[in-house]
């Protein structure tokens, strides 16, 4: 899509010319929204739904016209980072999505920051947005956060008497706040933890790890990664013998992890966003009527069983700006500085906005906005996500 071209008024129209100037809801320039997500690389398995589902997107919103900019950043951070500069700096988005991963998004924060558009990441880190600082009150996000999850992992856990835990994760800042919040909950509940092993995106085998992982024999495992890699310590695991316990990040959560677990996935657990298992929640459960819409819209366009986490949080993305962006038009003109500020105020003041998560209240300390309920615990059987009710 071209950029906009500003309208020339002719001279017996300046009555109306002064009117447009003076009314920012008005202006015909376009609504700029760039998306940065992981299409190649590692992490492919969560930027491409998240693509598909941008472009479900609306084209209008409050009578203006919306134009997204979808860039690759590889799965790579750096490249991340330059894609957050290109659409800050050559683009001039009023606001941006992504990246789809916690490292990228991580990298992101000081361009962001230094650019003042509102983001709204697509990653699952409390580190992205917490503390709310004066570079995070420009970053927002719509995946649970790691300390969520972690918590309804251990919570799990310990209905299941386990005493012993390992971890296994990703070389990076997702493997690493993840660590970190498992082991403050285990702490918590007096569950030991007794090996933390870390992989790389791209290492062929984890043997190594998890060697050392079944000599110490835990009672559980807790897998800290994300996308199609992440199955490569229960296929280990399960090469080995073990009989324990084995939990997932909630980075899994689309069907190519499945395919490529397969049964090497079969009775594990992960805390879930409630669209994966939409149909088996209760019906007054909080989101379920929107992540079903959500659902029907994706799976019409691209095909039955093709939905994912990963496409829902973005589309709970473009459902903040769309409750957002018509409050900033209000006040200024797309394309200004004073719009992207208008724009991140009316993201921070959202409340009681429904998505497929739940609902979302955020505040000037939190620019999440979910509660417990935005998080289930799932088992995988045989490629197939099942419900867990709580006990």
Partial sequence: ??????????????LAALAFLLCPALALAQVKIGLVLSLTGPAASLGIPARDTAAMFPTEIAGQKVQYIVLDDASDTTQAVQDT?????????DAIIGSSITPNTLAMLDVIAAGQTPTISLASSAKIIEPVDEKRRWMFKTPQTDAMMAGAIVEHAVARNVKTLAYIGQADALGETFYAEVAK???????????????????????GQVLKIVAANPDAVVVGAAGTPAALPPRALKERGYKGLIYHNHGVGNRDFLRVCGADCNGTFLPASPVLVAAQLPEDYPGRRLALDYISRYEARYGALSV?????????????????IPVALKSAAPGTPAFRAALRDALESTRGLGDTNGVVNMSATDHLGLDAHARVMVEIRDGKWIYQPPH
């Fill in 1 to 14: 899509m071209q950029h906009a071209r500003t309208r020339r008024p002719a001279a017996s129209h300046w």
């Fill in 85 to 93: 500069k290109k659409l800050i700096d050559e683009d001039h988005v």
């Fill in 308 to 324: 994912s986490a990963f496409g829902a949080y973005t589309w709970d993305a473009g459902l903040l700006l769309q409750g957002a």
């Fill in 185 to 207: 909950a285990a702490q918590q509940h007096g569950i030991r933890i007794v090996a933390n092993e870390r992989f790389n995106r791209t290492d062929p085998s984890v043997t």
